[in-house]
């Protein structure tokens, strides 16, 4: 019933070797300053979320609702076949044919926003899962507001969140993968133009996905390093 | 760029509507089949024997390492072979989606057995139940009831997943929006109306979420 | 030093302190018991302006609380506080929990803060522990060191919110010594608490909460024999045995 000769060498064999590696490096771009972004913009707003001041948490709120609530896909064709429509002929015609990597800095916009707003619904939860009275215990010795959130409250929810970023950083990176449906050429994208070039499907995604495995594998590593540098005796943090 | 032209979504409606169809199609044998297979692995998770716990452990860290996108071209490519004739978009998706969801409805499923104490297993095979009714009268129903609110969320998720089967030309919500874009070089409004029902649909189940969620913490 | 007048607090529509008057006086210990719910812990957070209310007003040191011209930060410095759970900060070694708050709210230099620490622990019995984490310490050990951490302010009235309930009973007693100790070197103290053996050692009076209000207040020993009021009664009725 297997009725299918498998040919591994494609996947070394040039030119394909060269497109997966190049695939490989834009993934790993693509997703690390995506990443940045998110993480900065998702702080911001989950801070946001928490502050005492309304109008600051409506906004915030409804920004996690409405990136949280599209599918990233959708997200992605709004900003590259919609959104330039809405700007001048002119910039329209620059992003199109003038800017160079349109495609890549379209999916960075569209990565970035949908996982800040993810970002910033852990970093509320984080704040929000310290109990009360570790708050007045701070008060109580004469700390002010910033102070509690600079030395104890902060640094606490620091190490709560870990976990949960790392999975969302797995995330950002699996998602990345998205980013072929607009043409830019990563990992997924590459070896599907293997498959279109040598008909060999099965090979040319086993090969992307142990790519992604490796680089999972690596932020994995990296955020249980950090964890680790972080980590204090007796404090259990949340199960991933 | 002219004016808005929302004409342009309800001459293509009906087939808008088709489309949405194939997602919630598509949606609910993910989440059904997700669900189920979801179930067994995320007990064999728990499981005293070493090569079930090994086998479910390698498979859901398998899946949970790839993007959604690559394991759907897998089954679209593997598919055909296994069953010797092509068996169409979506049967392969519905395959993938199974196989892919399965092995997070699996962690939501520990993680809901886990937070049951180990105290209430003791008890109740100290009243002389087996393994089978210990899960099937105590651990589950607690279980189900705390996973409630992740499993909702999961469901969300698996609703706009859906719209990833339009890399392999399944013509569910997206891929149809995108059909009717090549047509009539209409992008705002049409991706604008996409994301519009996407968002009704997510922030309804959501908000229920949310809604139980309150309810369960105000009962504590 | 602390006087309690018409305080009333209200959460929603829950009313959870009805129409409270007290006076705390320098040097005097005063117990808080009740039924769970009465409104005890909410009065005693009050005291340092953690919890607000919405009549009345307590005055501390002749300074208002409800005056919105008064520095909340500096009177809490004045007022140590014990929690039911510790509430040590889980990230800082024993040592940093305690000289955290005198050096960068009291910017004392850290080695004078440190040596203070060193005493406080001597003082609570547990000088050995200071380098270790609150989560490697047990309960007993951890609410000592809360008491120390509160200390290390140089606090003039020391609050404590069901210091004990949360320990296994056999590290009660290490808690409850230490605080006798210091109600016996003449600090000022307000104690929510259950434990009628400190309460009888201690107390100079002990006041009775129910749903919000204070049915009864008395002497240890009036308090004990005859309590005035049925709930009383029937509260004491439940915790002796």
């Given at each position: 019933m297997l009725s299918y000769d498998f040919n591994w060498s494609v996947i070394w064999t040039e030119p394909y070797g060269t497109w997966m590696l190049q695939g490989?490096?834009?993934?790993?771009?693509?997703?690390?300053?995506?990443?940045?972004?998110?993480?900065?913009?998702?702080?911001?707003?989950?801070?946001?979320?928490?502050?005492?001041?309304?109008?600051?948490?409506?906004?915030?709120?409804?920004?996690?609702?409405?990136?949280?609530?599209?599918?990233?896909?959708?997200?992605?064709?709004?900003?590259?076949?919609?959104?330039?429509?809405?700007?001048?002929?002119?910039?329209?015609?620059?992003?199109?044919r003038e800017l160079p990597n349109f495609e890549f800095w379209v999916v960075v916009v569209g990565l970035s926003l949908y996982t800040s707003s993810?970002?910033?619904?852990?970093?509320?939860?984080?704040?929000?899962?310290?109990?009360?009275?570790?708050?007045?215990?701070?008060?109580?010795?004469?700390?002010?507001?910033?102070?509690?959130?600079?030395?104890?409250?902060?640094?606490?929810?620091?190490?709560?969140?870990?976990?949960?970023?790392?999975?969302?950083?797995?995330?950002?990176?699996?998602?990345?993968?998205?980013?072929?449906?607009?043409?830019?050429?990563?990992?997924?994208?590459?070896?599907?133009?293997?498959?279109?070039?040598?008909?060999?499907?099965?090979?040319?995604?086993?090969?992307?996905?142990?790519?992604?495995?490796?680089?999972?594998?690596?932020?994995?590593?990296?955020?249980?390093?950090?964890?680790?540098?972080l980590s204090v005796p007796g404090l259990i943090t949340r199960r991933r | 760029m002219g004016a808005f032209d929302w004409t342009v979504i309800i001459k293509n409606m009906p087939f808008f509507m088709k489309g949405l169809l194939t997602t919630f199609e598509l949606a609910v044998v993910a989440i059904s089949g997700g669900l189920f297979f979801g179930m067994l692995v995320g007990m064999a998770r728990l499981s005293?024997?070493?090569?079930?716990?090994?086998?479910?452990?390698?498979?859901?860290?398998?899946?949970?390492?790839?993007?959604?996108?690559?394991?759907?071209?897998?089954?679209?490519?593997?598919?055909?072979?296994?069953?010797?004739?092509?068996?169409?978009?979506?049967?392969?998706?519905?395959v993938a989606f199974v196989v892919f969801e399965a092995a997070?409805?699996?962690?939501?499923?520990?993680?809901?057995?886990?937070?049951?104490?180990?105290?209430?297993?003791?008890?109740?095979?100290?009243?002389?139940?087996?393994?089978?009714?210990?899960?099937?009268?105590?651990?589950?129903?607690?279980?189900?009831?705390?996973?409630?609110?992740?499993?909702?969320?999961?469901?969300?998720?698996?609703f706009q997943d859906t719209s990833l089967a339009y890399v392999i030309g399944l013509k569910e919500f997206l891929r149809s929006a995108s059909i009717v874009d090549a047509r009539e070089m209409k992008s705002l409004e049409i991706y604008a109306f996409v994301g519009l029902v996407y968002f009704i649909f997510c922030f309804l189940m959501s908000r229920f979420s949310q809604k139980l969620e309150a309810k369960r913490g105000a009962a504590k | 030093m602390i006087k309690i007048i018409n305080v009333s607090k209200w959460f929603g529509t829950h009313k959870v302190l009805d129409n409270i008057n007290e006076e705390i006086h320098r040097g005097q210990v005063v117990v808080i018991c009740g039924p769970s719910g009465s409104g005890k812990s909410t009065l005693l957070k009050s005291l340092n302006g953690l919890e607000p209310f919405q009549e009345g007003d307590i005055i501390v040191d002749g300074v208002?609380?409800?005056?919105?011209?008064?520095?909340?930060?500096?009177?809490?410095?004045?007022?140590?506080?014990?929690?039911?759970?510790?509430?040590?900060?889980p990230h800082l070694k024993v040592i940093d929990n305690i000289t955290i708050a005198p050096i960068k709210v009291k910017k004392i230099p850290r080695k004078q803060a440190e040596e203070k620490a060193v005493q406080l622990l001597e003082r609570v019995g547990i000088p050995e522990q200071a380098q270790k984490y609150p989560g490697n310490l047990s309960g007993g050990q951890q609410q000592r060191v809360a008491i120390a951490r509160?200390?290390?302010?140089?606090?003039?009235?020391?609050?404590?919110?069901?210091?004990?309930?949360?320990?296994?009973?056999?590290?009660?007693?290490?808690?409850?010594?230490?605080?006798?100790?210091l109600a016996k070197s003449g600090m000022t103290m307000a104690v929510v608490t259950h434990e009628m053996g400190f309460a009888r050692e201690v107390a100079d009076e002990i006041i009775f909460m129910d749903e919000g209000q204070i049915i009864e207040r008395g002497t240890d020993t009036s308090f004990f024999s005859q309590p005035k009021t049925e709930r009383a009664k029937d509260f004491l009725s439940k915790i002796l045995i």
């Open positions: 490989i490096w834009t993934t790993i771009c693509l997703g690390f300053i995506s990443w940045c972004i998110a993480l900065t913009l998702g702080i911001i707003i989950g801070t946001m979320r928490i502050t005492p001041w309304k109008p600051l948490r409506i906004f915030a709120t409804a920004y996690t609702e409405f990136f949280r609530d599209i599918p990233l896909l959708v997200q992605l064709f709004f900003w590259y076949f919609a959104a330039p429509s809405i700007l001048p002929g002119f910039i329209e015609r620059f992003l199109y993810r970002v910033a619904e852990q970093v509320r939860s984080g704040m929000q899962s310290i109990p009360t009275d570790q708050y007045y215990a701070a008060l109580s010795t004469g700390f002010t507001h910033l102070q509690t959130y600079r030395y104890i409250i902060t640094p606490l929810a620091i190490r709560i969140m870990i976990p949960p970023l790392t999975t969302e950083c797995l995330t950002v990176f699996k998602n990345t993968s998205l980013a072929m449906t607009v043409g830019v050429l990563e990992t997924t994208f590459m070896s599907q133009q293997i498959e279109a070039y040598t008909f060999r499907g099965i090979e040319a995604t086993t090969a992307a996905s142990l790519a992604y495995m490796v680089i999972t594998l690596m932020v994995v590593l990296i955020m249980g390093l950090i964890e680790k540098r | 005293h024997i070493k090569l079930i716990y090994y086998l479910a452990t390698i498979f859901v860290n398998f899946f949970r390492s790839l993007p959604l996108l690559l394991v759907i071209f897998w089954f679209y490519f593997l598919v055909p072979i296994i069953a010797g004739r092509p068996l169409g978009d979506f049967v392969s998706a519905s997070y409805f699996a962690e939501i499923v520990r993680a809901g057995i886990q937070s049951i104490s180990k105290g209430q297993e003791q008890a109740a095979y100290s009243t002389g139940f087996t393994y089978a009714q210990t899960m099937r009268y105590i651990i589950l129903p607690q279980a189900m009831r705390n996973m409630v609110p992740s499993l909702i969320t999961q469901t969300v998720v698996v | 208002s609380l409800k005056d919105p011209s008064t520095n909340l930060m500096q009177l809490r410095q004045k007022m140590g506080m014990v929690f039911q759970r510790f509430e040590l900060y509160a200390l290390a302010m140089e606090p003039e009235i020391m609050l404590f919110d069901e210091p004990t309930s949360a320990l296994d009973p056999e590290m009660i007693k290490e808690v409850l010594d230490v605080m006798i100790a």
